[in-house]
């Protein structure tokens, strides 16, 4: 779910190799279908000769009055391989993950279908490496789903005021079968889901920021549009 930086230098081959990791802690403000809650992010860019590898995981916490500890764990791990000098990679993902919802009389829980996505990615920098903007497009399998589908994804990073101030984040819009159950017991059915999540930093330092993210989204957790907003602190290492 937090790619801002998957292609952070990953573009250079002057660079024999480059590594970051960092931690989010965000509190979701809530939206109508969930409580207010905290969640965690994990996640990680590793550069070698042959590419880069990314991955990250999400955990949220108490998303339901009665549920505590981890209720959704998410991640997504990816490898990209370049060896030539044009700006295109080839690139291969899995996503996977679970969730817990209350239930009377027993909790329940659902899966988050592993998802394996293959493809191609276009990335362009500014000369100084300030703004990084990367455009992916992919074949994507989606387990137990017998029909094609695909996934396009934009990934953006970019520093204003001698890095002071970072603006970064994502979009994905993909092909996915999906029914939504409404309070009256009927169900509709969609095929296209759109999400993004720009989040907003101020660097105190090389490691310490606090900013904002807001999730954007269209037939994902819910049926239709809607907003969440978070308030983040982030340790990068």
Known sequence: MKKFILFILGISFSVASYAQTDVQVHWVFGAKDQPAHLLTTVESFNMDKWGSTYFFIDMNYKTSENLYG?????????????????PIDFHVEYNGGFGMFEATPYNGAYEIKNAWLFGG???????????????????????REHYPSFQITGVWTLHFFKKKFTASGFFDFWHEKKDFTHSDGTTAST??????????????????????????ENNFIIENFRIVATAAVKWTF
Not at 70 to 86: M, P
Not at 126 to 134: A, C, G, L, R, V
Not at 201 to 214: L, R, T, V
Request: aromatic fraction near 22%; charge should be positive.
């Open 121 to 143: 990615q276009y990335t362009w920098a500014s000369k100084d490496f300030s703004k990084i903007i990367n455009l992916q497009l992919m074949y994507k399998y989606i387990v």
């Open 70 to 86: 981890v209720n959704t764990a998410y991640w997504e791990i990816s490898r990209n391989l370049r060896f030539w000098k044009a």
């Open 191 to 216: 095929n296209m889901v759109f999400l993004s999540q720009p989040q907003f930093w101020y660097n105190f330092g090389k490691h310490f920021s606090m900013g904002s993210e807001i999730d954007i």
